[in-house]
């Protein structure tokens, strides 16, 4: 016969999927000795069961008499007793805690007659008929589904009755009136009467939490956050304590450690003759526990000695809930504490100190996105702000600035000195010179996938996005905000990017230590470092010798190559080149889009090519000594004209003025011509290469030149050659084939050796699905993990975010971006395939990865478990896939 | 030791790999006790060990003095013999003939004395000479790689000496000065003599021929059609013998029937007093073999008795050479002959009466294309006509008509009776009206999978694109082709979809009588049927006998779902939904996307209702008794408004002028909201469903109130309902509770069952990649093949062919379109995995194909062989489906 209650001594702490993470943490403390009313739990597998057939298992009324009747004992009442009335609290405890599923009914037992007996029992009438009140009120409104505002107009006419705006003021017979009213709400909303039968009440409340698991928040929730379906919950029931029988009762909540900074020493909040719900919900204002010790010395007492017990224990921060029932501390409630992300570090290291955990437990202890949030600046928390409007958070940090419109007046006015924030409808590759420019960036659609958001996360760069009630009028100059407030250019404007939150005016910002430790500027051991600066460095520093990934990252500019080594990169997994096609050199690029013969074409390469060699020596000169991988170029070539819509207005009204311009007349030309329906999934990546005779053989040379001039000089230089966007061998044999030659020309004419790795991108399916045969001609693979989440999912990231993703979201049916997390399933499967099959072609093949997942720690962890040899990612992100990989490696070493 | 040389008599017709396909047939004659002249063949292994080492395997060298002992014993003469010496020919044998490799040198053997030895053995000085002229020629060029214009100039040179144009005016002694020159031309353009010894100069030539293999026509050649780079090449070396020893001697090539009709009796050309090269060449006129039994009796009657016995032995036509030295027949090479398509199926029916094969084999030898050219109109052989242009032959037929340049002028004519070929620079959704009611459809852009051609085969409709030559300007209403030649709007045109070619005027057309009998309008019994129809009909009723896959259509209206029933389809496969949105609707698919409020959008909807009703209704009632799978809305909404582009400028110009028409700038408005990067990767299929509300439910209540009306009428209606380009189990399921809401909802409304299976197109990688979830809500899957291959490949098919197939197909990148033949390694691959593992899943799901590929001969195999249970395609494409089906099963029952 299958057990479905346990009493809390036959739980404990590792049994959270069958008694969820509230009954498995009471066992615990039961078995350790301290005192905890007595109770027992219901587990998850009759939950499963119920779910399953609909009905609750035959086994379970006889299982929870037996534990009713042990509990009865324990308590010394019984069940609707009444003299002496026993009181249960029925509590959900799912191993995952879920909006929209049933928590809490308390003081179940209590009816028309045991109300009485509580009465007499506590001394104290008016207790008693609030407790009945609370009873009908949270079984009304979660057992039997009735509108809470019933029940709220009742005891707002009691109050208005009595003339008192406080729930103090009403004394027992108003109460008593409150709880008739309240069955009269029952018995008409529900179409039956509030049950006397303690049991009845016991039972449907059971049901009722079992049922909660399917309640509709509850399942969207799971959806979205791919919790399965068919875990259930477990129902814990236990003798209630009260902290509201007089000022020697109180309820109170406490933290081992202060989880705000992670300071040693106990830390809470005390309220005598109150109930824990009241605690919370902020009724009185709350004592600091230090005042407990002069109100309760034995009680304080007790409660140190069981928070130093809990924390060896459990050998971590634990966060408690108490209650002290007429001078007895009782223990209701423990679990591991929350905290803020700076605290992490350091109670993982003063654990360690302490001797409780290891440093490879330490590093467990703390995750990338507490890092991520400690790398960015913050705006004071005491500075009064006026709130303009809220976009979406997509690059932490905060930033304030003049706002600026455009790319150039960022450029401009950010050269004279000035702190400006770009602000733009939506970004685009032109705009990068004034993000980079800029403090901050501020965009009025577009989601967190979007290109702002993208970039800006990349370099590190506070943004808030998709600010929608914001009106963006680049032409105007001028944004206009909610009640018609005006944002004109040079005025000053504060944005939060890690709560989207736009502010009128300048706010004072506090810059973070973590992250000038990172740039170099903080030695960690100096006296100026703080603890939370040590505890970084000392994690990081296990970390670097924990992790087997290598960490790249994507830099395009010797100023991100340098960072990017500041911040502990291995090598540079991604050099974009088209970048290096923008700006100045737009002119060159221009000709080459518009070359009509081969000569012009020519001429147009040969412009480019010292260009790019330049480029290139700024980079290697960066990272010396480590490698660096160059993707050819990979962007369709009309990016690099103007947009054709634009183009084809301003060609139609010059003609309509009589003053037409022959040279934009040929560009339309040319624009009309590239123009694709679908430009990412056309003429790009190794196909220009293919198509455009000369442009890889100018790139190639360019890298060997730099990388000659250099080696002669004595630098080291270890470049790679990276193919984006095949899709079949033959187009990387192409491109390999050429490759080689122009390396071994440069290198016979420079009389230096020129050994550059060629390898390629995997970042279509087909790449993936054929990775045994394309690594015939790849020494290594770089997943592009952007593009093969578009690709193998179908969709754009640039179109999907405004058009879909929300109402996705909502709906469940994504738990969260692919953009942002490896999807495992799709995407995650296609590498897995490549790395097997690339590896059965050629056991040494280098597999790394390169889009933007690179930086993410759930997927750095599926990448550390598929055997990767390393993730790239932006120099903002590699101290985060330090610490990620390393984590990933002592989960699967 | 490998056993690299085989005598005729060691080999036969079924060691094609190891001796090529000449090899084995003359060995396979040899053995039958044909007159072959004597040889050995070395074989494709030795080729292989050649190319992987670069030396001649050690053991060659002895097994060819040993076969060349034999063949000098057989033949009775000796290579180099002063007196009467041997000559042979040495020819290259590949199991694909190959353009680019070396195929034949002949009369190897002859140096400055034998050729004197020949000379008197022959008793003719002029044929010696001759004769060795020839293999200096051949030497030099083939095996010394000499550019052949040299030779061409001595010899030019010698008949201007002589004064004749013929090379029969030149005699002996002009021969022999020719000779004394050829070979000064090999000393000083290759450095080294011609080589005297007759062994050094077959020696050479066999390297030659091995290395021919990887000459870089062969290796581009290859690459195209994926035949593996390591077959390598047989060579066989045979006896001359000389039909050009006078009157007597002669050369002909013969088939065993007719292959241009296949009519039985033999069918050729005799030459006598010539070579074989000579036939071919066309010097002189060739004579009907009938005039060789007046000729030679004797030799005439052992030709046929030998081809009566070839024909019985390969139980097919053959195609032979023969030479005839001095009155004795000689057999020189045989094979199963090309023969027309029409011949095809003539002689494969012929051949089962005649018991030679039986009707498995009889389908076994025709094809689905060769049945699609059998569907087509043609133009008269004999017409006199005038090329215009040569554009690409992207769907087969001949069309005449007067060109027009626009949709709505190509209705209206055609509705006057007239025919009319619509001219554009490319198509686009809108111009679909005109291109129905066209007889052809011609654009100056686009490749052979770009919308005109898609569509204009989908409709069997004549196409040809990308007519480059011709400036189409739809504006002024005319073409301006090469030269300047104009064709102004009404001027006729015909085009051959066939071929490509466009001309000027109206060419004379000749109906197909088989798309006549597949139309149901000629009766195969009939009469006037003819023995191509009659053959056409059996072996069509014995294919849908052996064929396992069921075969549906793509069909959108009950016009084509009636011709695809017609055409024999059993059901249909993909009825689209978004041509019913177009045309008149066209007004309230704007109010829909220009919706503000649900009111709005609702009320759009309930206009949409009854007319989508309608149209389920047609179809339903065309197809009663056969599955119809309905699709719902797949493309991007924004399909449905104006381009952005021109909207921008008529708004722009219209503000210019100071005439600002509010409703276009509302619709620019709307335009620009809905403007996508790469709208194919957008807003669209399922996800337009989820964003939408009531969009999907509007078109599952039109398909339900159809199936419910006509039910109701006891018409009998298989309807299922199909899902757009889902990606993740969880939009079906969201899609498919709806779907069974309204179904259940309508049969409760109208009283009847309405059952209908619910599937989902499997069109992204990440559906194939999860098909044993997306299984669990599916009943059927159809694979999606187009956009399955664009998100597999990363191209979309609009914008990859301009851009850069041809030179793809050019290097050898590609051998053929992804979008015309399945691409097995990738996409053949991600359905592999779905077919198993939505199988695994659910057992019983039913699983089949909707792409293009559908209709393709190479990609049904595949499809048969994974097991899928059904192919649809375009009605036209019906009867070639229902051909290869069964060609697939017998290939693999």
Redesign the interface.
């Known amino acids: 016969m299958p057990k479905y209650v346990y009493a809390f001594a036959e739980g404990h702490k590792d049994l959270k999927d069958l008694l969820g993470g509230k009954g498995a943490n009471l066992a615990e403390m039961t078995n350790m000795g301290l005192a905890v009313p007595p109770g027992f739990t219901i587990t998850t597998a009759a939950c499963r069961a119920f779910l399953a057939t609909g009905i609750q298992p035959p086994e379970l009324d006889d299982q929870v008499d037996r534990h009713l009747d042990a509990l009865q004992t324990a308590a010394g009442r019984r069940l609707g007793d009444p003299d002496d009335p026993l009181l249960v609290s029925v509590r959900s405890g799912a191993v995952f805690s879920m909006p929209g599923m049933m928590e809490t009914v308390l003081d179940v037992g209590l009816n028309d007659s045991s109300v009485l007996g509580l009465a007499r029992a506590a001394g104290d009438d008016r207790f008693a008929w609030d407790s009945y009140r609370r009873l009908v009120q949270m079984f009304g409104t979660t057992v039997l589904g009735i509108d809470g505002a019933h029940f709220d107009a009742v005891f707002d006419a009691a109050k208005l009755a009595r003339g008192t705006a406080d729930d103090l003021g009403l004394d027992a017979d108003d109460l008593r009136g409150v709880v008739g009213a309240y069955q009269a709400v029952v018995r008409e909303r529900s179409g039956r009467e509030f049950p006397q039968d303690p049991r009845e009440q016991l039972d449907l409340t059971v049901r009722a939490v079992f049922g909660s698991w399917n309640a509709p928040r509850a399942i969207t929730y799971r959806?979205r956050e791919r919790i399965p379906a068919d875990l259930g919950t477990a129902v814990t029931v236990q003798a209630m304590v009260f902290g509201n029988l007089g000022p020697d009762s109180g309820s109170g909540v406490a933290f081992t450690r202060d989880p705000a900074t992670g300071e040693p020493g106990v830390y809470g909040d005390y309220l005598a003759h109150a109930q824990g719900e009241d605690v919370v919900a902020g009724i009185r204002n709350t004592l600091p526990l230090s005042e407990l010790e002069r109100l309760d010395p034995v009680s304080h007492r007790d409660l140190l000695a069981n928070m130093a017990t809990l924390e060896r224990h459990y050998r971590d921060l634990c966060d408690i809930e108490f209650t002290i029932e007429r001078g007895r501390l009782w223990m209701l409630q423990t679990r591991v504490g929350k905290r803020t992300a700076g605290a992490a570090f350091v109670i993982a290291c003063q654990l360690v100190d302490d001797g409780l955990i290891d440093a490879d437990e330490a590093l467990r202890r703390v995750t990338g996105a507490q890092l991520v949030r400690l790398m960015f600046p913050r705006f004071a928390p005491d500075a009064a702000t006026t709130v303009l409007a809220v976009g979406m958070n997509a690059s932490p940090g905060a930033a304030t600035g003049a706002a600026v419109f455009d790319s150039p007046t960022a450029v401009a006015r950010a050269a004279a000195g000035e702190d400006v924030i770009l602000v733009r409808r939506e970004t685009n590759p032109d705009d990068l010179a004034g993000m980079i420019a800029a403090k901050g960036v501020l965009t009025g659609r577009g989601g967190r996938t979007s290109h702002a958001a993208v970039v800006a996360r990349g370099m590190g760069r506070t943004c808030v996005c998709g600010a929608e009630d914001l009106d963006v009028d680049v032409d105007a100059r001028k944004i206009v905000g909610p009640g018609g407030v005006m944002v004109a250019e040079g005025d000053l404007l504060s944005i939060d990017g890690s709560t989207g939150e736009v502010f009128l005016g300048a706010v004072p910002v506090v810059a973070s230590p973590v992250m000038e430790y990172f740039e170099g500027s903080l030695d960690p051991a100096s006296p100026e470092a703080g603890e939370l600066v040590r505890a970084v460095h000392r994690l990081m520093e296990h970390a670097d010798t924990t992790r087997r990934l290598a960490v790249y990252a994507n830099a395009d500019t010797g100023a991100d190559a340098a960072r990017a080594r500041r911040f502990g990169a291995d090598g540079i997994g991604l050099c974009r080149t088209e970048h290096m096609f923008l700006g100045d050199r737009r002119e060159q690029v221009e000709r080459l889009v518009l070359a009509d013969t081969d000569a012009e074409r020519d001429a147009a390469l040969a412009e480019l090519l010292p260009l790019q060699r330049a480029d290139f020596i700024e980079v290697f000169t960066a990272m010396q000594g480590l490698p660096v991988t160059i993707r050819l170029l990979d962007p369709p070539l009309h990016e690099f004209l103007p947009d054709?819509?634009e183009l084809?207005?301003r060609v139609?009204?010059a003609e309509?003025?009589g003053r037409v311009d022959a040279a934009d007349v040929r560009l339309l030309a040319a624009v009309r011509r590239l123009h694709?329906?679908?430009?990412?999934?056309?003429?790009r990546g190794v196909?220009l290469g293919?198509?455009v005779p000369g442009l890889f053989g100018m790139q190639v040379r360019a890298i060997a030149q730099a990388a000659a001039t250099l080696r002669r000089n004595g630098v080291e230089v270890r470049p790679e050659i990276m193919v984006p966007?095949v899709?079949?061998v033959?187009?990387l044999q192409?491109v390999a084939e050429e490759t080689s030659a122009v390396l071994a020309d440069e290198a016979e004419r420079h009389g230096v050796e020129l050994d550059a790795a060629i390898g390629t991108m995997i970042?279509?399916?087909?790449a993936a699905?054929?990775a045994g045969?394309i690594a015939e001609s790849a020494e290594f693979f770089s997943f592009g993990t952007n593009?093969l989440t578009?690709?193998?999912?179908?969709?754009?990231r640039?179109?999907?975010e405004g058009?879909?993703f929300s109402?996705?979201l909502e709906?469940?049916?994504?738990g969260t971006s692919p953009f942002e997390t490896l999807?495992i399933?799709?995407?995650g499967?296609?590498i897995r395939i490549a790395a097997r099959e690339g590896r059965a072609t050629r056991p040494d093949i280098r597999l790394g990865v390169c889009g933007e997942h690179g930086g993410d720690p759930d997927s750095i962890h599926f990448f550390h478990h598929e055997g990767l040899d390393y993730v790239s990612c932006s120099p903002f992100r590699v101290p985060v896939a330090r610490l990620e990989s390393a984590r990933a490696a002592l989960d699967l070493p």
């Open positions: 959806r054709l819509t084809s207005v139609a009204l309509e003025r694709e329906e679908n430009p990412m999934f056309g003429l196909r293919i198509v966007l899709g079949a033959q187009e192409a970042e279509l399916p087909r699905l054929t045969q593009d578009q690709t193998t999912w179908g969709f754009s640039d179109d999907v058009a879909f109402r996705y709906r469940g049916i994504f999807d399933d799709g995407v499967r296609l």
